[in-house]
């Protein structure tokens, strides 16, 4: 970890804050006002380990963003569906995708999904319970391609004029981009469709619905579980104690930190959250009495995921579509995150009294298992 660890800390706060966004003009002037306002407030990671740095960074990087913040991208994916809702002559129906509804984002002002699904028409598996039922009527003439390039247009228009002060970028594949004028947080609408899966059929349950979503670059269309994934790694961590949400965004922070931050970009966040979702379940749970045992396993977990790269390259994402480091590009932005968090795992151990220039991994792991940080007063 060569950057400086106070710049470190530094960059945390800002991303936790929203400041970077108030700084960069994403947001107005009212709302950049707000954030810098808000910014002066201590959070209570950073009044703990107060003479350890690199421990009191690990700390603050497992934290969800604060509450207030994020109900805020919850309320702006709310106004924007009512204006689709209201103004939209094809019928639909708007969930919330992504990191934010997961609370694994790391930004205090993060940009938010909005799926409009079409509900006039969808895709079914033929050899599901409900399609060998004739619970469907007769297949369409129309296409995922046809019906969701109209959606899309609809939604183009309608929000060029709800929005006309604001920044409407329909130059995206997959999602119209909203930000600046009125928008406290930037929302990214996508339009899709509802696919009905062989699970799904079974089970009546949305989480194992799909949807269908465009991509107007290619342009093609493209099956997605998203509610499968969020019902998936919320559960886990659940029954992680919280541990697995933290490692998630312990990771994230340190991605966007990395001194060779491109690299480090290879690696997406959702594959970062598919990949703490195979991490050790004995060490997540540890991390309810003793934090830095999350810092511990998160290293070891991303080694493992380098050294071991056909067994790693096994690795499914948590809906089950497909493997995860499913690229070369992925294995680099691996390789650069793990280099990190070797770093910062030495020098958190450091402080926590290892002593000697290369201790061994285990006598690491020992000394994060058996350090406690005290709450912030």
């Not at 569906?81 to 995708?97: C, D, F, N, S, Y």
């Not at 509802?194 to 349950?205: F, G, N, P, V």
């Not at 541990?243 to 965004?249: D, F, N, P, S, T």
Request: net charge neutral; glycine share 6%.
């Amino acid at each position: 970890m060569p950057r400086d660890i106070n710049t470190r800390l530094e960059n945390l706060r800002i991303r936790r804050k929203g400041i970077d966004a108030a700084q960069s003009g994403r947001v107005t002037a009212s709302v950049a006002d707000e954030v810098l306002r808000k910014s002066v407030i201590q959070e209570s990671w950073q009044r703990r380990a107060g003479d350890q740095p690199y421990t009191r960074y690990a700390l603050g990087a497992m934290q969800a963003v604060d509450s207030d913040y994020t109900q805020k991208s919850h309320d702006e994916a709310e106004r924007v569906a009512k204006q689709l809702h209201g103004g939209l002559v094809i019928p639909i129906e708007t969930r919330l995708q992504g990191s934010v509804p997961l609370d694994v984002h790391i930004r205090g002002v993060s940009d938010v999904d909005l799926l409009v699904i079409r509900t006039d028409f969808l895709r079914y598996d033929v050899f599901g319970a409900m399609a060998r039922s004739g619970r469907y009527t007769n297949p369409s003439s129309n296409t995922s391609m046809s019906v969701l390039r109209d959606l899309r247009s609809e939604c183009e228009e309608l929000l060029k004029r709800r929005y006309w002060g604001a920044d409407v970028d329909c130059d995206g594949g997959k999602c119209i981009a909203l930000s600046g004028g009125s928008f406290e947080r930037p929302v990214d609408v996508v339009p899709s469709h509802w696919h009905d899966t062989l699970d799904y059929q079974a089970s009546k349950i949305e989480h194992d619905r799909g949807v269908y979503i465009l991509d107007k670059k290619i342009p093609d269309t493209f099956s997605n579980l998203p509610f499968r994934h969020i019902k998936r790694v919320h559960d886990r961590d659940v029954s992680y104690y919280g541990g697995l949400k933290k490692a998630i965004r312990l990771v994230k922070n340190v991605k966007n930190d990395a001194a060779d931050e491109p690299t480090a970009a290879k690696l997406p966040s959702f594959d970062i959250a598919a990949l703490m979702y195979h991490a050790d379940e004995t060490r997540l749970k540890a991390g309810y009495v003793n934090e830095l045992y999350i810092l511990s396993e998160a290293q070891r977990f991303l080694d493992w995921c380098y050294r071991n790269k056909d067994e790693a390259g096994r690795l499914t994402t948590p809906d089950g579509l497909r493997r995860i480091l499913d690229t070369e590009a992925k294995r680099s932005g691996l390789l650069t995150i793990s280099s990190e968090l070797d770093d910062l795992a030495q020098q958190v151990a450091r402080e926590q009294g290892l002593f000697g220039p290369s201790p061994s991994w285990p006598s690491v792991y020992s000394t994060l298992g058996n350090a406690r940080v005290p709450s912030a007063a």
